[in-house]
C-alpha cells in the first residue's frame, strides 16, 4: 500500500499496455488471493467481500472459474480505489482472525507463505507497471524525488573461470521456494567463465553508437524481426536528446544516462545480440547458479541491480511436480517460450534474493529491470 | 463539469475504446480550443497555461502541429483531473478578461460562438463515452439514479406523405450553424412517405426474434461481414437474461427493456437491415430536412429521443467552402465514409436540435443515441 | 480467353490480393453464372458438371448457398485450368442446345443478357487482375509487346459550364441496363463547371513533386491515414529511378511515364486531395451523367481511357427496387462505403460505355484504371 | 524433382501460407543454394544464370543481400516452372564441371555436403507443403494413389527405463553432421523411462473424446489460448464425418484415420497436453539421445514415422560455434522460441535418420510429420 502513496487515483486505475496492470488491481489481486485460497477453504461461515469480485481479480487461474479479461483491467473504474483499500482491510482483518484460531493447518501455513511470496512478487511488478505508465506520458512525470546518489566506481569486467563437472541446482535449504525451483538435481556443465559484473550503460552504448541494432549478423532471426516490426534502436526508456546527449526515463523522471551505471529495461533479444557483438555469450541458469554458490559474497552484482537473461528457456526441472489444485496454476503452465533470469533488481523485495530464483519473461518484455551478465564456454 | 459530478476521478480518466475519449479530456479539450483558437491570437501577451497542453489536447487539428496519439489518451493520467479544473477555471477567467476588452472583434466572437457550440458537442460525447465506459463494467453501475418515468404510450406508426419537387436544403436562418449545413441550395426529392415516429423497442425486438440477424437477404454486405467477425445478434446494449427477459443498460444501471420506448444505439447497418425486413427503407437527408419542415411540430419524434440514420453520406453542400485556417478542420475532412444522422437525443444540448443539423458517424457506430425512422418511395 | 492466350498456367492460378481474383478463377465463374442460374433452371433433366463447382465458383451470392473463401481461390490449383476450359466449353455447349429449343422464355433471356453483361465486366477485371499480379513480380513482366503509339497531344483543359435545373438522372433508353441504373428520376443540379478532359501523368506529377502527399491540408482525414500506414507516395504503378525519371508499371512491363497520357490507377482519395489542390473537386455522378448528355461527342475522354471518381457515395435511386431471387444480390447489397465512377477506360467492354453506366470501388481502390476529371460550383 | 512428377504447373507455383514454399521455389532455391555458395566462389569467369534470382531464392541469408518476402513466393509465376527447370539443369552441369576441375579444394567439397544435404531437407519439406497446399482445396485431390498397406500390428506401450548419470550428447563420428550437432559434449541426466513406441491415433482420440480439448488443466497457458483462439479441437488434417467416423487428409487423399497408425501432425502443445494427460510427459532431447544410443535396433519407431517433440528448447550446444560467412546463418540464428523435434519421419530422406540429428519448429507448428514419444522421471 505504501507503494501507491506518490500515486493519484488516476494513476492506480490505467493499464498501459495489456502485459502490466493497474495499481489497483495488484492491490485487490494479492487479497483476492488471500480470500481465495484460503479464507474460502478455511474460514468458517464463509462468506465473499463482494461476490463479483472473484472473476474481476482471477488473474488466471482456470481452475477458480471465469475471470475478467486481462486487456480490460484499465475499465474497472469500480470497484473505487477506496473500496479497494476497504476490501484490503477486511481480508487482513479476516486473515488475522483466522491466524489466531487454530483453524489454520500447515496447509493452510503453506498457502498464508506463498500469499505472501505472491504479494511481493506483485510489489516489484506495481513499480515496473507504474515507470511504464509514467513514462508513456508526454510530461515525463516522476514517481519519486531524486535521491541523492553516489556515482558507483566502474571496476574493470573481469571473468570468474570454473571447470567441467556435475553441479547441483534447484533449492535445498530449508525454508520456503517456488515450486519452479524444485526438485534438487543434478546437471553438468561444461567448463566456463561468467563476467564479474554486469554490463553498463557505458558499455551498452558502444554497441548501440557502433551500429549494432543494424547489424542483422548479431541477431536471432526473431530479434531481428521484432527490432525491425518495432523500429527499436536503443534500449526501452533510454532517449536521444537533440543535442545528441542520451538520457532515461526512471521513476525520478528523466535523468543523464548514467554511464557506468548497470544498463537496465532490455529484451532478451538485446541481450543476446549485445553478447554476440562482445564475442561472448549469455550464461545458462545452470552457470549461473553455480557461480553464485561458488563465489558467494565475492561476486559483484548478482542481487539487487538487476535480472540477468540466461540463455536457458523456462522449463521443469526433472521430476518436477505441480502442486494440486488451482494454486498449480502458479508456475507449471508458463513453461514454454520464455527464457530464465536470475539474480534481482532494486525493485525486488528483499526475500526473494536467492541462488535458486527462477523469473521468467517472453524474449521480448523490456519493461522489467533487466540486464546482462556475460559469460564464454572455455 | 456538471456532468462530472457523479463519477470519481477513476471514472474520468478511463478510455473505453479509441473511438471514445475519458471525460477528462473531453474538459481540457473544450478549453483547449478556446485558448488555442482564441486567447492565442487575441490575448495581449498570450501566455499558455502549460505549454505541453497545446499537442496533448489537440483532437485531430494537423494545422495545429503534433497531437497526441488517440488511442492513448487514457493513459495521461497527469495532469490530473484538479489540474484540468484549474486549467478550465484559467481560460474560463482569460477568456472573461478578453470578452470584456475591446479586443474582440468580430471574426474573435464568431470563434466565440464555435467554441461554446463545440462544447455542447462534447457534452453529448461525455454522456456516450461514460455509458460505454460503465457497460464494459461487469458490475453494470449506475450514471445517475433512475427518475420515475411514465410508461410512453405508443402510437400507431403512419405514413405522412409528400409530392415531388424542388425543395431547399441547408441553414438559412440568421443565427449560428455549422459550416457543413452551408451553403442552402435546392435538392429534387421525388415523391415519398415517411414514419409518423420512430421505431420502437417491441418493434426491433421482433425483427430479432424472427431472425433478422441470421438473415443475409435484409443486410448490406458489408454490414453482414460487420455482423459475423463481430458476432452481433441484437443492439449494443440489449443482454438476453437467462429467463428469456431482455434488459438494457441505461445511464441508470441495468433495466427492463421498454417496449414502447424508442429503440437505441444501433449502427447504419443494422438499421437499414430492420428498414428491408420491414418492407421500408431510411430516408434521404434531404427528405428528412423537408418532412420537418412541412410537419413542424406535427412531426413526432424528430428532436429528443434519438439521431436518426438516413441513408446520405456525408458529403459537401454543393458551393461548400472549407473556413480558412486550422478552424477550417472541423467539418469537412470528415466527409468520406461516413452517414448524415438527423435530429437529436435526449443527451442532445437543446440548441442543437434544429431541422439542418448534420450529424455524422461511420456505418458501424452504435455507441451514439441513434435509432430509426423508416420510409418509402411513393 | 482470348485475354488468357499470354498467360502461362501458372500466371492463371495466382491470387495478388483478397481484391483481385486468378484469371481461372474468373473463366470458371462466369461460366458458373450461366450454369447456375439459367441451366440449373431451365435445363431439362440439370445434371451439374461437377457438384463441388457450386461452391467453388460462387463469388458471393448468399442465395445460392456455401461459397469458397475469397481469400483462398489462389489456393485451387484444382481443378486445372485444362479441367475450367472444358467446363467452359461444356456450358457452352449446354447453353446452344437450350437456345435452340423452345425452352428459354423472356426471364430466361433477360438472365442470358444479364450473364453476358456479367462476363464482360470479368474481362475488364481479368485485365487489371493480371495487371496487379505481373506488377508484384520484380522481374516485371510485360503481359503484351508493346504496341507503337502515337504521343497523344495534349490540350489545354477547359472548363464547360451548365446552369443549374432539375435534370433527368438514370437509363432511358431501350436495350439493356443493370438494376442500379434505374429508375430514371429527376435531380436538381446547381449550376457547375467540369474539365474538357482527364488529368494528365504531367499534372499529376507536379501535386507530387510539389509537396502534395506531405500536406495533410489536401487530404480527407480517412485519406490522410490511409496514405501514412500505407506509406504512400505517389500512384500505385509509379516507380522512381535512381535518375530522377519516373517511370510506370504497364500491360507492355516497365515504361517511361508518358507525361500526356491520363494519369490513371488512383484511390478515391489521390483524386479527391488532387482536387483540392488544383483548387477544384469531383464531380458528383449527376454532373457527370448530365454533363455527358449535354456535351455528347464533343465531350473528349468520358470513355475509353479512365474510369473517373464522382463524390457520389454508391447508393440506390429513389424508387430503386432489389430484383427477386439470387440474381437480386448482384448490385444493391454493395451500396455502402464505395464511390461510384463513371465513363470506362481502355480495359472495359465496348458495350459497357455509357452515360448511365455506374462503376463502384471502394475509396482505398486503386488497382483499376481510374483517373480524374475536375469539376467546380459556379 | 521426381516429386514434382505428379503435380501441375499450378499446383508448382501456389503457397498454402508463409510458413509453406511453392514447390517451385523450393527447386530454384536449393539450386541457388550451390550457385551462390559454391560457383559464385569457385567457378572461373561466374556469371549468374540471372541476376535477378540472387534475390527471389534467396531464403533468409541476410549476409547475401535483398531477398524477396517470403510470404509473396507464390507471386512469382514467372520465371515459369520450365525457366525453373533449365535452371536446375544448368547449375548441375556447371557443379558437374567444376567437381571434375581441380578447382574445388576441401572447403569447396564441405560446402557441396551442405548443399546436397540442404536440398534433402527441402524435399522433405516439398511434401509437407504440398500436402498442407492439397489440404486446404475442398476437392481434397490425392498427391499420389494409394499403396496397398498392412494394417500395423499394435504393440504394447513398454516404459524403457534408464539409470542416472553422465551421458555424451552430440554428434561424434566421422562424416557429416550439421553444426547445431556440434560440439559433442556431457549432459547429466537424472533416471527416467522412455516409451517403447509412439502414440497411436487410437490412443489419441480417446484424449479427444475423453474432452481433452476442453480441460484447460492438461494444456500450457500459452497452448490453450492458441487452441482457443484458432478453435482447434483435433488434428491438423482430422475430419470427423457426419456418421461421427474419423477419416484423415493424406498424400493420398481422404482416408479413415487407421486407429493403429501414428498420430501425426501436433503442435508441440497438443503434445505436451496429450502426455499431461497421459499422467507422462515429452522427453528432453538428451534423454532422447542417450535411449536411442543405449536400445539401438531394440528401439521402435526411433526413425521413420513420425518426429518426435521433446521439451527441450533449441539452443547451442556448449561451446556450440557459428561458422564463418552466410552459410553461418543456417542454424545458429534460429535457436530462440523453438523446440527440438528428434527422429525422423516417413518423408525424411534416408541419409538424416541419425540420433543425434536436430529437427525444430515453433510449438504451433503442426504441418510437418510430427508425433508423440512419452516420458516418465523416475
Known sequence: MILATPLSDEDCGAQSMPDASPVKWHLAHTSWFFETFILEVYEPDFAPFHPAF????????????DKHPRPQRGML??????????????????????????????????????????EQQ??????????????????KPAYLPRALQAMPVQTELEWNTFDAGVVEIGYRNGGFCFDNELPSHRQFVESFAIGS???????????????????????LSAGWDWRSSNQIAHPLYWQRQDDGAWREFTLHGMLPLDPHAAVLHLSYYEADAFARWAGARLPTEAEWEYAVGELGNEGRQFFGTAWQWTSSSYAPYPGYAIPDGAVGEYNGKFMVNQYVLRGSSGATPLGH??????????????????????ARSL
Chains 1, 2, 3, 4 share one sequence.
Open 54 to 65: 472473484r472473476v474481476l481479480f482471477n488473474s488466471y487461474y482456470e481452475g477458480v472459474g
Open 122 to 139: 506483485h510489489q516489484e511488478l506495481i513499480l515496473t507497471d507504474v515507470k511504464h505508465l509514467l513514462s508513456l506520458n508526454p510530461l
Open 353 to 374: 534474493s536467492r541462488a535458486s530464483y527462477r523469473n521468467f519473461f517472453p524474449a521480448t518484455a523490456c519493461w522489467q529491470y533487466s540486464g546482462i551478465r556475460l
Open 197 to 219: 559484473r554486469l554490463i553498463s550503460n557505458i558499455e551498452y552504448l558502444m554497441f548501440v553508437e557502433q551500429g549494432g541494432y543494424e547489424n542483422p549478423a548479431y541477431w
Open 77 to 118: 473504474t469500480r470497484p473505487s480505489l477506496a473500496e479497494i483499500r476497504a476490501y484490503r482491510a477486511n481480508v487482513d482483518l479476516r486473515m488475522q482472525a483466522l491466524l489466531l484460531s487454530d483453524i489454520c493447518d500447515d496447509n493452510c501455513l503453506r498457502l498464508l507463505e506463498l500469499g505472501m511470496q505472491h
